[in-house]
């Protein structure tokens, strides 16, 4: 009970955050769309969902260690140069270029960078503009001319008609094409790829790549109404991508979307392991031989009490199991059927 209070609490303030976020951003709604309201409060519902689940998995007790040891191993100040170089390396090149899933193939690869990157350039275009941090205004007296405002100020102009303008005002178009591209690409291992086919669900597996592929193809029709259809249809085709886009927001905390929140605090295993791998390491009881650091097998040790697991030995090499090496318990183990066989 006292997790589930404090992971509400954490997801009320992080949404009165962003909410007030929203206002001061868009100084006091003077900026702010009115006819996007329904985006906007299904960001702050996700918001809370995903801070309540986030702390929620925060408090278990081999998440809780892996997240305050990473912090303090990374601000350690003898290790806090070579952890920002390890840490630049990791994002540019397991977090940029995906080198994580492209060990496991190339077409995974592939879908998964396509995905990942046109989110990202639709989450960096549509969130500013849905909550007002950024509007365009035409310059005073030359209508051929728009000014980015963020947060209110004035920032670059550009022509309306230049190809910069264009590059910007189809940011979305350009976002769904990758996505689109990234999503058959993943269907398509789904269906031919025997393995993945044999433990797919579909609400893990199959309704986020569908829900993707809407957002995306209605955001597209839209862009075909208006600019070629001349508004045809575009109240029902608004409506109808509001409804996919606002779906997949309330469906955030709770499906497969939610490791893209997960999977950045994978950065502080890499430096608890960094760390470790530099420090005093563990020597096993019965071999002698280094197996671990020292500091995991402390950590490890402490985890499994607060889960009430109990691995303490009587009459034994050591009195802790995890004083012990994997090969060493493997011979152990080996050794007492021995002995129970010859009973």
């Known amino acids: 009970m006292q997790e589930k209070v404090k992971a ?5 303030c992080v949404m009165g955050l962003l909410a007030a976020a929203i206002v001061f951003g868009s100084r006091n709604l003077a900026h702010f769309d009115a006819a996007l309201v329904g985006y906007t409060f299904a960001v702050l519902f996700a918001t809370f969902g995903i801070t309540y689940r986030y702390s929620m998995w925060l408090q278990r007790p081999p998440t809780a260690m892996y997240w305050k040891r990473g912090w303090q191993l990374f ?5 806090l140069a070579g952890n920002l170089v390890h840490w630049v390396r990791k994002v540019t090149v ?13 077409g995974r690869w592939g879908a998964h960078w396509l995905i990942m990157w046109g989110c990202v350039l639709a989450t960096a275009i549509t969130f ?4 007002g941090w950024i509007h365009f205004q ?8 728009y000014r980015t405002y ?7 102009a550009f022509p309306v008609h230049s190809i910069l303008g264009f590059l910007i005002f189809h940011g979305l178009v350009w976002a769904s094409f990758l996505v689109i591209a990234g999503v058959m690409l993943a269907m398509r291992r789904r269906m031919k790829d025997h393995g993945a086919a ?17 957002v995306s193809v209605t955001g597209l029709m839209l862009t075909a109404s208006y600019s070629w259809m001349r508004g045809q249809g575009y109240e029902f085709l608004s409506l109808l991508h509001a409804i996919t886009v606002i779906f997949t927001l309330l469906w955030l905390p709770f499906g497969k979307f939610f490791h893209i929140f997960q999977r950045p605090a994978q950065l502080g295993v890499s430096f608890y392991k960094r760390v470790g791998g530099l420090e005093t390491q563990a020597h096993c009881a019965r071999c002698k031989e280094p197996f671990a ?3 995991h097998v402390t950590d490890l040790m402490t985890v499994q009490q607060q889960l009430g697991y109990k691995y303490e030995i009587e009459n034994g090499p050591t009195d802790h199991y995890q004083h012990i090496c994997p090969a060493c318990r493997r011979r152990m183990l080996a050794i007492a059927q021995g002995r129970m066989w010859n009973r």
């Open 75 to 79: 601000l350690q100040p003898a290790f």
């Open 8 to 12: 509400t609490v954490w997801g009320f």
């Open 94 to 106: 397991d977090f940029a270029f995906n080198r994580f899933i492209f060990n496991r193939g190339k």
């Open 150 to 156: 963020v947060f209110g100020f004035p920032t670059f």
């Open 293 to 295: 650091s020292l500091l």
């Open 128 to 131: 500013p503009l849905v909550f």
């Open 198 to 214: 044999a433990v797919q669900q579909f609400g893990e597996d199959f309704l986020p790549l569908i829900l993707l592929f809407a």
């Open 138 to 145: 035409t310059e005073p007296g030359n209508l051929e001319w």
